[in-house]
Every structure is written in structure tokens, then in C-alpha cells.
């Protein structure tokens, strides 16, 4: 059973870039460092402009995008 006190997502130094294999193997930088923390019961809201990088996160959590560097984990009750 998931304690209250253990965070539901924990995101350390998150990283994502891209190989632009037509540009000649370009990597592009979309997201560097990028910490959080969720618990039971909190809510959060990605907002933020264009371009900033909240599809991308909600992709690597959903494992459409594999993660570059950092770490992600969901932590799921047992049983």
C-alpha cells in the first residue's frame, strides 16, 4: 500500500534531446534539469507557453519518449 508520506512521481534532473538524423545527426536540447516531486492526492498543472515543454513531459511519463538523463519513477501500490 502506498504511504501518504511517499511521493506518487519523483522527477530528479530530468533531461530530453532529439538526434536530428536529417540535420546531419544535430542533437536538440528540449528539456534539461528538471525536478519534481508529486504526492498522494496533489494535483498539478503543466501550463506554461508554447514550446516549453509540457507534452514532452507527459510523454516520457507515459513512455512514448524515452527519458536522456535524470530519472522518473512512478510509484505504484503493491498488490
Known amino acids: 500500500m502506498t504511504s501518504l508520506t511517499q511521493p506518487f512521481l519523483s522527477v530528479d534532473a530530468l533531461h530530453k534531446a532529439f ?15 528538471l525536478s519534481l516531486t508529486l504526492s498522494p492526492g496533489e494535483c498539478l498543472v503543466l501550463a506554461g507557453p508554447s514550446g516549453i515543454g509540457k507534452s514532452t513531459l507527459l510523454k516520457m511519463l507515459h513512455g512514448s519518449y524515452r527519458v536522456t538523463g535524470g530519472t522518473l519513477r512512478l510509484h505504484f501500490e503493491d498488490g
Open 19 to 33: 538526434v536530428l538524423h536529417g540535420q546531419g545527426g544535430m542533437t536538440l536540447e528540449v528539456m534539461r534539469g
